[in-house]
Every structure is written in C-alpha cells, then in structure tokens.
C-alpha cells in the first residue's frame, strides 16, 4: 500500500493550524508552532552585495533572533526529536523590516503544503494511541523530498546548543538590484563552527537556554550568513530539493547576538515573506502557506487563544 496526499484536497493554513493544536494541545497566547523559543537582540554588520541593493546591507542593523524547538507545547523538553529553529528581524536604518526563518535540516518536509500535511497525520497516534508505522514507512520512502530529509536527520544528532548549530533557509528568494534577479538561498554558520550531541547525549529539558545564558556572560555569540547562488536550473519552488553543493556562496555579514531580549519577539511574527527592497520572494507554494499560517497563529495569540 503506498499512501500519498489527496490533490484535489490541498490544506489550507488553518487546516494546519488546527492540526498543530489537535496534536500539541491548545495552549492560550503562544505561537502554534515553534511555541518555546528564546529572544535576543544584537546587530548585523555587512558585507558589501553586488546582487541587492537592499537597506540591511548599506550598514549595520538592530536585529532580533529567536531560537525555538518545533512543534506548538511551550513546556516541550529541549531533549525531543525534530529540527531546531532559528529566525531573525532586520531593523534597517530606513525604517523597513526583514524577517529570515530557517531550521537545523536544510531541506524541508516535503515539496508541497499537501506532502507535509500528510506526514503531519500519518504521524499522528490513532485511536487506539499508536503510529501506524507501516503506512508511515510506506509514505515517507513514496514522497522524495520527505525520504530524502528522513536520511539526513538519521545521520545528524541535536545540536549541543543553540549557539552551535547550522540553519538553513530551506525556500529560495530572489536578490534584486535595480531590474537584475538573482536566486539565492541562505544558511547561518555559527563562528565557532557546528557541534551536534554524541550518540547517547542528551540534553536536559531547558538546557539551552543555561548554554545562551554561560555564552553571553563573558563573550557575543556570531553567526555568518551565508548565500548560495542559484542557476536557472535550480529549483526556487521546491524546497525538498537541495541544490547541487558545487554552487558558489558568499558571506553577507555577520550577526553579533548581545543580550536576551525577554519577550520582545512576542510582538510579531517572523513571516519571512516580509522582506525590505532588494529582495523579492519567490512562487514555492510552502512559503506562501507559512506565511498564512503566521498569521493565524499570530491573530489567535493576540485574541488569547
């Protein structure tokens, strides 16, 4: 039997908004997903671009960046499975914001809304509170971009901290300098390079904010961003496809993390399709469905639910 997602019956975002709460239960003023995250405030200083003549790149910008867990339970233990987040608002000096939101596997859960959705149910316990594990296998080997994301977190632990993990942007954007466009996808390398748990570690349940709280006590903590450049045989509407490794890549600056910064990231979302000038986003229909579903979670934090 191989099961896959129904096209004629695409989810919308507040299909998925109710199937994050239905299986992380209703938890009043947090987001949907991503719901235990830590906030910090720093700058980004950058390197000169000759793809974009976006604001953020003139010269140093406010930023705030949240680290989170996936799924939507804000007590969930910093030792559970899945990708860590990371997602970051530019302050540029015009007044305009940029918003960057990427996850430790660099390629996403599928290629479509529906591919992701599916394996979201299919991992969700039936009535009798098991995983049909046979139906699951036989989806995520029929679905490419989901198999081939199952392979790559089989082969890479946690990381050890926040501070030391990679992230990626997953989605493709556009670089815009006067009528020029250029595709792009970017990664953040923290400064110190990359630290995953040993097999057998783990982690206690808020151990990652006692690491950012040691960190910043006696030093920053950096991260460079990073873009890989695109040909126009590149994918920039499937972001369950990596692109080929061999494509050039360039340092767009560095982000210095200063302080914690409490709840300021509560007052927004990190939709990633806000973007300053200079940029432009592209038709990869997961993207488009992230952002409605920011901001459903958004106006249900804002109404208390």
């Not at 804000?74 to 608002?89: C, K």
């Not at 991992?123 to 199952?150: C, F, K, M, N, W």
């Not at 950012?212 to 950096?222: F, H």
Request: hydrophobic share 35%; with cysteine; aromatic share 10%.
């Amino acid at each position: 039997m191989t099961v896959t997602a129904n096209p004629t019956s695409d989810p919308t975002a507040l299909d998925f908004i109710n199937l994050f709460e239905r299986q992380s239960g209703t938890h009043a003023g947090v987001r949907k997903a991503h719901a235990k995250g830590i906030c910090l405030s720093g700058t980004f200083t950058p390197e000169s671009n000759n793809y974009s003549d976006s604001p953020i790149f003139t010269e140093e910008s406010k930023i705030l960046l949240r680290f989170s867990l996936g799924g939507g339970n804000p007590s969930l233990s910093d030792n559970a499975g899945g990708p860590r987040g990371a997602a970051v608002r530019f302050f540029a000096s015009d007044g305009s914001v940029h918003n960057i939101a990427g996850l430790t596997v660099p390629l996403f859960a599928g290629s479509t809304p529906a591919d992701f959705f599916t394996l979201l149910e299919l991992s969700e316990p039936g009535p009798d509170g098991t995983v049909d594990q046979q139906a699951l296998s036989e989806y995520v080997a029929s679905v490419p971009a989901i198999a081939a994301r199952s392979v790559w977190m089989a082969t890479h632990n946690a990381p050890s901290s926040y501070a030391s993990a990679n992230y990626y942007g997953v989605h493709t954007f556009f670089f815009m300098k006067g009528d020029k466009r250029q595709k792009f996808r970017w990664t953040l390398l923290p400064d110190g390079g990359e630290r995953l748990l040993e097999d057998g570690e783990s982690l206690t349940d808020d151990q990652y904010r006692t690491e950012l709280e040691t960190a910043l006590a006696s030093d920053y903590i950096e991260f460079n961003w990073e873009a890989q450049i695109g040909t126009d045989e590149d994918t920039d509407v499937d972001p369950g496809q990596l692109w080929p490794e061999e494509r050039p890549r360039i340092n767009l600056g560095k982000m210095t993390i200063q302080s914690f910064a409490d709840n300021q990231c509560d007052a927004f979302t990190f939709d990633p399709v806000q973007v300053t000038s200079g940029f432009a986003i592209s038709d990869d229909p997961v993207l488009m469905m992230r952002s409605a579903a920011y901001a459903i979670s958004y106006g249900k934090r804002l109404s208390g639910n």
